[in-house]
C-alpha cells in the first residue's frame, strides 16, 4: 500500500532506500553495487524489500538497462527528498561535531613558532580548542588531516580551496650581542649555523652559504629546525638565519644585516571550502587574519 508520501507505510529500511536511489541513478544493478560498494546479489536483496514494503516492482528489467515503473517513479520522488534530508543532516551534524573537536591548523616551523607566541589571543578570542600540527608536509584538508593550513608562497594550484593572503614574513642574519663590533664588511672566521646544505636556488639555505662564502665566514655547524638554531644563537655559537618576528622579540641577539628581499615570503591561508562555514574554523581563520594584520610590521621586519 503506497501512502500520500509516496512510500508504503510497512517497515522501511534506509539502507533498501539508499540502494532504490543509487539503482535510479545508476540505471544498472552493476553500476549501484560498484557506487555503494555491495556485490549485487546484496544489492538486489535490498531492492526486493523495498519492493515488498511498498507492495510492487520498482524497475521493469531490460536486456540492457533498468527502467522505472510508474510505481518505481512515484516511489523514487518521496526517496529523493529523503535523501537529502538525510544529506542534510549528515552536514549539519558534522558542523556540530566540528564546534567540538580542535581545530587542526597546520603551518611550517616559522610560523608555527609565531602562533605559539600569541597562542593566548588566539585562544581567547576563538574560544576554540586549538592543535598546531608544524610540519613541512602538505596535509590533505579535504580528507581532513588539517582544518586550516598557513604556506609560505607555494599554494596548491588544485582543490576545492579558498585561499587567503595573510601578510610577509621576513627572515635575516642574528647574532649574539658581542659576537663582533661591526659587521659592515668581511667576517673573516665568524661561525655560522647554518641550515641543511642544498643546491637549491633560490632557497633560505643557497642564500646563507652564499653569503658566508661571498663575507668569508665559515659554517660550524648546519641545524635542521629552528629552535634548535635559536637556541644555538643565544648561546653565541655563531651568527644564524632567523625569522625577524622571532630574532627582533631576542634580547640577547642583533640583526647583523636588513632583512634581504630575496629572503621575503608570503604567507597565505587554505581552508577547504567545505569546513569554512563550520563555526569553530571559521572563529579561528577570523583570529588568524586579524592577528598577522596587526603584527604585519614585526613579520616582516620593517
Given at each position: 500500500?503506497?501512502?500520500?508520501a509516496?512510500?508504503?507505510?510497512?517497515?522501511?529500511?534506509?539502507?533498501?532506500?539508499?540502494?532504490?536511489?543509487?539503482?535510479?541513478r545508476?540505471g544498472?544493478?552493476t553500476?549501484?553495487?560498484?557506487?555503494?560498494?555491495?556485490?549485487p546479489?546484496?544489492?538486489?536483496?535490498?531492492?526486493?524489500?523495498?519492493?515488498?514494503?511498498?507492495?510492487?516492482?520498482?524497475?521493469?528489467?531490460?536486456?540492457?538497462?533498468?527502467?522505472l515503473t510508474?510505481?518505481?517513479?512515484?516511489?523514487?520522488e518521496?526517496?529523493?527528498?529523503?535523501?537529502d534530508?538525510a544529506?542534510?543532516?549528515?552536514?549539519?551534524?558534522?558542523?556540530?561535531?566540528?564546534?567540538?573537536q580542535?581545530?587542526?591548523?597546520?603551518?611550517?616551523?616559522?610560523?608555527?613558532?609565531?602562533?605559539?607566541?600569541?597562542?593566548?589571543?588566539?585562544?581567547?578570542?576563538?574560544?576554540?580548542?586549538?592543535?598546531?600540527?608544524?610540519t613541512r608536509?602538505?596535509?590533505n584538508?579535504?580528507?581532513?588531516?588539517a582544518d586550516?593550513a598557513?604556506?609560505?608562497?607555494?599554494?596548491?594550484?588544485?582543490?576545492?580551496?579558498?585561499?587567503?593572503?595573510?601578510?610577509?614574513?621576513?627572515?635575516?642574519?642574528?647574532?649574539?650581542?658581542?659576537l663582533?663590533?661591526?659587521?659592515?664588511?668581511?667576517?673573516d672566521?665568524?661561525?655560522?649555523?647554518?641550515?641543511?646544505?642544498t643546491?637549491?636556488?633560490p632557497?633560505?639555505?643557497?642564500?646563507?652559504?652564499?653569503?658566508?662564502?661571498?663575507?668569508?665566514?665559515?659554517?660550524?655547524?648546519?641545524?635542521?629546525?629552528?629552535?634548535?638554531?635559536?637556541?644555538?644563537?643565544?648561546?653565541?655559537m655563531?651568527?644564524?638565519?632567523?625569522?625577524?618576528v622571532l630574532?627582533?622579540?631576542?634580547?640577547?641577539?642583533?640583526?647583523?644585516?636588513?632583512?634581504?628581499?630575496?629572503?621575503s615570503?608570503?604567507?597565505?591561508?587554505?581552508?577547504?571550502?567545505?569546513?569554512?562555514d563550520?563555526?569553530?574554523?571559521a572563529?579561528?581563520?577570523?583570529a588568524?587574519?586579524?592577528?598577522?594584520?596587526?603584527?604585519?610590521?614585526?613579520?616582516?621586519?620593517r
Amino acid at each position: 500500500m503506497i501512502d500520500d508520501a509516496g512510500l508504503g507505510s510497512g517497515h522501511l529500511d534506509w539502507e533498501d532506500i539508499r540502494a532504490f536511489l543509487a539503482t535510479a541513478r545508476c540505471g544498472s544493478l552493476t553500476g549501484a553495487a560498484q557506487r555503494l560498494r555491495l556485490s549485487p546479489p546484496t544489492l538486489g536483496r535490498r531492492l526486493k524489500r523495498l519492493e515488498d514494503a511498498v507492495g510492487g516492482p520498482l524497475f521493469d528489467r531490460l536486456p540492457n538497462r533498468l527502467e522505472l515503473t510508474p510505481l518505481g517513479r512515484s516511489v523514487l520522488e518521496s526517496a529523493a527528498a529523503m535523501g537529502d534530508a538525510a544529506a542534510a543532516f549528515a552536514r549539519n551534524a558534522d558542523r556540530l561535531a566540528a564546534a567540538v573537536q580542535p581545530v587542526r591548523v597546520t603551518a611550517t616551523t616559522s610560523v608555527s613558532a609565531f602562533l605559539t607566541l600569541h597562542l593566548a589571543d588566539l585562544l581567547a578570542e576563538t574560544g576554540a580548542d586549538l592543535t598546531i600540527l608544524s610540519t613541512r608536509s602538505a596535509l590533505n584538508l579535504a580528507q581532513r588531516e588539517a582544518d586550516i593550513a598557513l604556506r609560505m608562497d607555494r599554494v596548491p594550484a588544485e582543490g576545492d580551496l579558498i585561499t587567503r593572503r595573510l601578510g610577509g614574513f621576513g627572515f635575516t642574519l642574528y647574532a649574539m650581542r658581542g659576537l663582533r663590533d661591526d659587521w659592515s664588511g668581511r667576517w673573516d672566521g665568524t661561525p655560522v649555523v647554518g641550515l641543511p646544505e642544498t643546491r637549491r636556488r633560490p632557497s633560505q639555505s643557497g642564500w646563507l652559504d652564499d653569503t658566508v662564502r661571498d663575507r668569508g665566514a665559515r659554517i660550524v655547524a648546519r641545524l635542521s629546525e629552528l629552535p634548535m638554531r635559536l637556541d644555538a644563537a643565544r648561546r653565541g655559537m655563531g651568527l644564524t638565519l632567523l625569522p625577524c618576528v622571532l630574532g627582533d622579540a631576542e634580547p640577547a641577539l642583533v640583526r647583523v644585516v636588513d632583512p634581504p628581499a630575496a629572503l621575503s615570503e608570503d604567507v597565505h591561508l587554505l581552508v577547504h571550502r567545505d569546513r569554512r562555514d563550520a563555526p569553530a574554523v571559521a572563529a579561528v581563520v577570523d583570529a588568524l587574519v586579524r592577528l598577522f594584520r596587526r603584527h604585519a610590521e614585526a613579520l616582516a621586519g620593517r
